[in-house]
């Protein structure tokens, strides 16, 4: 392998595993409903807790990691169609890239609205906070979809040298192979 795919694959794993730790550590320092503090209907008391920093971190690593994919990949599942040859390879490809993207998606999300929720330490009506288990969601979703985004840009790069392996610089080379074309260039 090249050694770009080699740094890339292991930049966007570590920063996939480390979305991953902060929001399981984030789930386990997250504010129970037991610690919150009722003053009156309108008011409570939140305590600190480092959840909502975590949870800021782990979908600010997703979206470093998925950035770089990005970048390598071309910033698009479309750009499948213009490597790819062979349909099964192609699908399975634009499978991962979708869910992926479908997966970063969710865990983004689901990680920065259990940050928000952690960092309210005044006035509200509700007394809103991060229910059990969208912390663990979204490190899981994460970690989801690093490693398919992985797993796209190595099936992506994988064809790509192949096809440079065949034919040099996409130039066809040889004769051509339907007989009408060869009437017309011979």
Sequence with gaps: MERKVIVLC???GFLGILSAATGFVAEAKRIK????KRLSPSECIYPASPAGYLGVISAFSLLVAHFIIGI??????SSIGEHQSNTSWTL?????CVVSRLAFYAAFLLLLVGALLQQRHNGNYYCVIA???VFTAGA?????????GIIYYLM????????NAISPGGIAMGQPQFPYMRRQFA
């Design 92 to 96: 399975l490809a634009l499978i991962c």
């Design 140 to 148: 899981a979703l994460s970690l989801v979809s690093v490693i398919l």
């Design 156 to 163: 992506l790069m994988a064809t790509e040298n192949s096809r």
């Design 131 to 133: 229910k059990h288990g």
């Design 33 to 36: 409903g037991d610690q919150v």
């Design 72 to 77: 390598g990949t071309g910033c698009t599942c």
């Design 10 to 12: 292991c930049v966007v």
